[in-house]
């Protein structure tokens, strides 16, 4: 097997030319009246057109790798993944002399990887309107389910044109596959041509080839069926609306095609545009508490079935900025200081836990919202802070619930120990609880300051390895907390 390494680039090329020109002194000067007269007009006929010429339209090539990479084509792995997984090879094709071929890491790969993955991506993006599918050829060692592969990804956010078909089987044969683009029109300028994913199956790694991936026209493709991925949605007041991805069945050759696509391919209505509006540019907005279905086209289609989206109320003025001097804090979260937990990770998704956490703004105040929250961890365990200097614990909470007798938010401190390690034996924790009756007290539609001192954790007998923040919700119908202003002073 003869194998290309892909950063592997050679480029040739010559110029070769001769010329012989020869002229009398009558044609010199006739020639040079000439060149005056056409320098004039060239003048005179660039002030006519100025700003009339557009910009070169983008180019509609269809190949992404037949026989080598289209035109400007590069491959480039995601990030966590084998990254020299993809590779060229000279000694299998399904035609020409090359394919792709991508290997699967297996246990103990010294990549230290379980799974490969990556994007073919156009240094130019492509004008891809005249197509209405992504086609390749695929085969691999043995039976196996291919994660994920499609178009509209180019390894950098935000991707808003993703169609992809998911747990594709492929087998030791060489078999064609069609990705359908929902709709060709959204795509004028696309860099994201054909990206995969894949990983280890049964514990074990595997080999995939691809060949002849490339866009087409194709007059077997019919019958899209839309339907949505859930039936509900909840926004917050003057938030930005997120409908999941949908999932459109087309009728390919015979053949039921499913694929996974962006819910901006869709346009949208909305039954009551006081609670969510749709905008010029295809997004929506909640605008007041309330409930508004909404439904969807893709091109002369209409989607099966629609969403309710349940708009909740938020607070229309971010927390108080604090005024404590910058020397004498140390901020997990806020617009107003400078972070020492940079890379704190809100979205730990622990077991059992069923919070669902998103960010929110306010004229550019920052803030995240903690929705159907039972608990959630907040992770710092990379960045631990040593908080021994430190006498004041800060957070600023505001929830739309209503609050009764029986509802409590939970603030817990996490610290790692000496060794810094969790589970070492020297963990140390507290939680700290909020009720109607507790100073400060809970309440709804306010910001709540919480200002306490740090003795007020007193299970937390060590505070110089700091490592996790745990928030909690239970009793009535508490589940949604905005939060802000996460910082220790002294």
């Known amino acids: ?10 480029a040739q090329s010559t110029l070769n030319g001769a010329g012989d020109f020869r002229m009398n002194r009558k044609n010199k000067s006739y020639l040079f009246a000439i060149m005056i007269l056409v320098v004039l007009g060239g003048l005179f006929s660039c002030e006519r057109e100025t700003g009339i010429l557009g910009p070169a339209p983008f180019p509609t090539d269809a190949e992404v790798f037949i026989d080598g990479f289209g035109p400007s084509v590069e491959p480039q792995s995601f990030l966590g993944t084998k990254l020299d997984a993809l590779q060229i090879d000279e000694s299998e094709a ?9 290997t699967i890491p297996g246990p103990g790969d010294l990549s230290g990887s379980t799974w490969s993955g990556g994007a073919l991506v156009a240094g130019i993006a492509r004008d891809l309107t005249g197509y209405n599918a992504l086609t390749f050829w695929a085969k691999a060692n043995k039976s196996l389910t291919l994660n994920s592969v499609g178009l509209g990804n180019d390894n950098e956010a935000p991707n808003p044109y993703v169609v992809e078909r998911v747990n594709v089987p492929l087998t030791s044969s060489w078999t064609k596959y069609v990705i359908p683009i929902p709709l060709p029109a959204k795509l004028p300028q696309e860099q994201g041509l054909f990206y995969y994913s ?37 926004a917050y007041q003057g938030s930005t609306v997120s409908v999941p991805s949908v999932t459109i069945s087309y009728d390919v050759d015979g053949t039921n095609v499913d694929v996974v696509a962006s819910s901006n391919y869709l346009s949208f209505s909305s039954s009551d545009t006081s609670i969510v509006t749709i905008n010029a540019d295809g ?4 605008n007041n508490p309330g409930s ?17 989206v349940n708009v909740d109320y938020a607070p229309v003025s971010p927390a108080a900025d604090p005024t404590h001097d910058a020397a004498d804090v140390m901020a997990l979260f806020s617009d107003t200081y400078t972070s020492v937990t940079p890379n704190m990770n809100w979205y730990t998704y622990w077991t059992w836990s069923t919070a669902e956490v998103n960010e929110f703004d306010i004229d550019g105040n920052e803030m995240m919202i903690f929705s159907k929250l039972n608990f959630a961890g907040v992770e710092f365990a990379d960045e631990q802070i040593d908080a021994s200097a430190m006498t004041h614990f800060h957070m600023d909470i505001w929830t739309p ?6 509802s409590r938010f939970i603030i817990k401190l996490v610290d790692f120990g000496a060794n810094g390690a969790y589970g070492g034996g020297d963990d140390t924790e507290h939680a700290l609880t909020l009720s109607t009756t507790t100073t400060p007290a809970l309440s709804s539609n306010s910001w709540v300051s919480i200002d306490v001192p740090m003795t007020a954790f007193t299970g937390a007998t060590a505070q110089s390895h700091l490592a996790q923040l745990v928030l909690e919700c239970t009793g009535g119908a508490l589940t949604t907390i905005f939060v802000d202003n996460v910082y220790l002073y002294r």
Request: aromatic share 6%.
């Open 94 to 102: 399904y035609s020409g002399t090359q394919s792709i071929i991508i």
């Open 283 to 286: 997004t929506m907005t909640a």
């Open 401 to 406: 619930n209503y609050i009764t007798a029986s």
């Open 198 to 234: 894949e990983g280890q199956e049964n514990g074990e790694g595997a080999t995939i080839w691809l060949d002849e991936i490339q866009f087409e026209s194709l007059g077997t493709i019919a019958h899209p069926a839309i339907s949505f991925a859930s039936t509900s949605a909840t």
């Open 292 to 308: 508004a279905t909404i439904t969807a086209t893709l091109g002369d289609n209409s989607a099966t079935g629609s969403i309710t």
């Open 1 to 10: 097997m003869i194998l290309k390494n892909i950063h592997q680039i050679s």
